[in-house]
């Protein structure tokens, strides 16, 4: 255990929290889930990053980290589409779905000796950046009043975000057909 999973499992157990504040409603309620998400996001680049320069990579942590960023993002986007209603459903289905999808095909390269090949790409950084900024913003917003704008805002940066995803899996997809047709034919 070092200092980066702890940080990785940090962002576990903050997840019901943010969940149960952003329920709860009332304006204190939404700006707690907004932080604690901000807070979780920081930790998502901060574990990365310090497991990197302190040569901290562990097979715990590669495998805790994505599953603590899809358990965040999921559960707040689930959150998101019960109070703003049934338009954010289709963003937040692309978004998870695309989650999973990757998730399974990582794990299918993997067992394949490919997971080089579905490596994290700068398309998928800025794409999580935008998630994030727009998550975090649908999550504040209900405590404001007279926020129609800026949840209009916060759904356009949302869409932005499941578009770069559906692309980013494309090329995670295609990159991974790829991969699995030269190591079938012999050649890597």
């Keep these: 255990m070092n200092i980066p999973t702890i940080l990785t499992l940090g962002r576990v157990i903050v997840i019901p929290f943010m969940l149960v504040f952003f329920c709860w409603g009332e304006p204190w309620g939404y700006y707690v889930s907004a932080g604690l998400f901000w807070l979780a996001s ?3 680049w901060l574990d990365g990053y310090l497991a990197r320069r ?3 990579i ?4 590669e495998f805790l980290d994505p599953v603590a960023d899809k358990l965040l993002v999921s559960t707040a986007l689930v959150g998101i589409v019960g109070v703003y209603g049934v338009l954010f459903v289709l963003p937040a289905a692309v978004i998870i779905a695309r989650e999973i999808t990757i998730s399974a095909l990582r794990e299918w390269m993997a067992e394949q000796g490919l997971r080089s090949s579905v490596k994290v790409m700068l398309l998928g950084k800025f794409k999580t950046a935008i998630q994030m900024v727009a998550i975090w913003m649908l999550l504040l917003l209900p405590g404001f009043e007279g926020h129609e704008s800026a949840v209009l805002f916060g ?3 949302l869409c932005c975000a499941a578009l770069l995803t559906a692309v980013s ?3 995670y997809l295609a990159a991974a057909r790829k991969a699995a047709k030269e ?6």
């Excluded at 562990?58 to 942590?61: K, Y």
């Excluded at 190591?183 to 890597?188: D, L, M, Y």
């Design 42 to 44: 920081v930790t998502d």
């Design 54 to 56: 302190w040569g901290q």
């Design 58 to 61: 562990t097979p715990l942590g």
């Design 155 to 157: 759904f356009i940066l």
């Design 169 to 171: 899996m494309f090329y």
């Design 183 to 188: 190591t079938r034919f012999g050649v890597r």
